[in-house]
């Protein structure tokens, strides 16, 4: 099997889960699974020009179609990690067709939260492309929804996490430490969370808040918090994920604020690491948090809300250890490799046989 997706080079979701993966695939004996990064490392002075925008597509693409054609002949099944847009176009759909050209069985493995925007503005090309793979796999039954809508059938396969690797701590609901772990990017809304961190710090003044990652948006939330006449607020830039464990560690409260989103992983670590979470409501985030029994969910770009129940947290005795040891144990019934091994190696059997 091949497995084609993101490195840890980029920081964000797709490449984290696709790395779990590779690694719970490799405990496998009857699956020998080799891995094709979309952006592959470049040699020499190539390798500064990938770190300009826009550029690095330019000079990478090249290499990552030469890979694809010295490698996909060798595999049985293709395993094509997918975004939406541009991303989809120049990273799983070279590699859906160079598994057709080939012959071989092809599984695209759809992550984003755009979905129904994607497939609904770019049915003419995104649809007959996808189409093309032999089976379609999402990490929660709201994606399942939305390829339905869009008259696709797939299979959902929840994202997992390494418990082990995540240190677990106990919250009383005392701390007033606060932390976000998503990129600085319009539909993450993380502005929403900055608004409702200064609702916060007008009841509890030493409230922290700290906001690990990047994006086009940095600039605009730095300026916020400048507005808003803020204190205690971090920006630690982007942070490799086998880092992130001393963050969570620290914090006592984690804030999620996006406008669109499927599944996201950094919940779910929040969830392992013992870290309460408040969450908006957008996309498949009800699909892994429920209200008042694993975590707290609010509407979307509602910062007033946010806050209110951040606040909750603070202030209501037990109500964080009640949240976070019901999220602990979902964690170790749904998300974990031992939960969803038997599920992907089923369909890979399927695909190899059928």
């Known amino acids: 099997m091949l497995l084609v997706a ?3 080079d980029i920081i964000g979701g797709q490449a984290v889960q696709a790395n779990q993966l590779l690694l719970g695939l490799k405990t496998l004996e009857d699956i020998r699974v080799s891995f094709l990064p979309v952006n592959p490392r470049l040699p020499g002075v190539l390798r500064h020009l990938q770190r300009v925008k826009y550029l690095r597509t330019i ?31 120049l990273a799983p759909a070279p590699a859906i067709l160079a598994a057709r050209f080939f012959g071989k069985k092809v599984l695209l493995n759809y992550h984003t939260g ?11 090309i995104a649809l007959p492309l996808i189409k093309l793979a032999h ?13 339905f809508k869009h008259g696709l059938t797939a ?14 701590r106990e919250r009383t609901g005392e701390g007033t430490r606060f932390l976000s772990n998503r990129n600085f990017e319009w539909h993450y809304n993380v502005a929403c969370l900055i608004r409702a961190f200064a609702e916060i710090q007008k009841v509890i003044p030493s409230a922290t808040l700290t906001l ?32 992130m464990g001393p963050f969570y560690d620290r914090a006592d409260v984690y804030l999620n604020s996006p406008d669109v989103d499927n599944m996201p992983m950094s919940v779910i670590e929040a969830f392992a690491a013992g870290l309460p979470v408040v969450s908006t ?41 009640r949240l976070t040891g019901t999220a602990r144990q979902d964690v170790l019934l749904k998300y974990t490799w031992e939960a969803v091994g038997p599920d992907w190696h089923r369909i890979y059997d399927h695909l190899h046989r059928g």
């Not at 595999?75 to 991303?87: N, Q, R, T």
């Not at 755009?114 to 049915?123: F, I, M, N, Q, V």
């Not at 086009?216 to 994920?241: D, I, M, N, Q, Y």
Request: hydrophobic share 45%; charged share 20%; with cysteine.
């Open 114 to 124: 755009e979905a129904d925007d994607h497939l609904g503005r770019h049915r003419r």
């Open 155 to 168: 299979h959902a396969v929840a994202n997992f996490v390494d418990p082990t690797e995540i240190p677990f």
């Open 59 to 89: 000079v990478t693409f090249p290499f990552y179609l030469a890979s694809l054609v010295a490698n996909v002949w060798k595999a049985d099944v293709i395993h094509a990690f997918s975004a939406g847009y541009w991303s989809f176009l």
């Open 281 to 321: 409501n957008a996309g498949g985030i009800p699909w892994i948090l429920r209200h008042d029994e694993n975590g707290l969910v609010v509407p979307a770009n509602d910062d007033k809300a946010m806050a209110t129940s951040a606040l909750r947290l603070c202030q209501e005795r037990g109500l964080s250890q």
């Open 212 to 243: 690990v990652g990047d994006g086009s948006c940095r600039r605009g939330l730095e300026a916020l918090v400048r507005e808003l006449g803020l204190k205690e607020v971090e920006f630690t830039g982007p942070v490799h994920p086998a880092a």
């Open 135 to 147: 089976l379609i796999v999402v990490p929660s039954g709201y994606l399942v929804g939305v390829f």
């Open 6 to 8: 993101p490195s840890l």
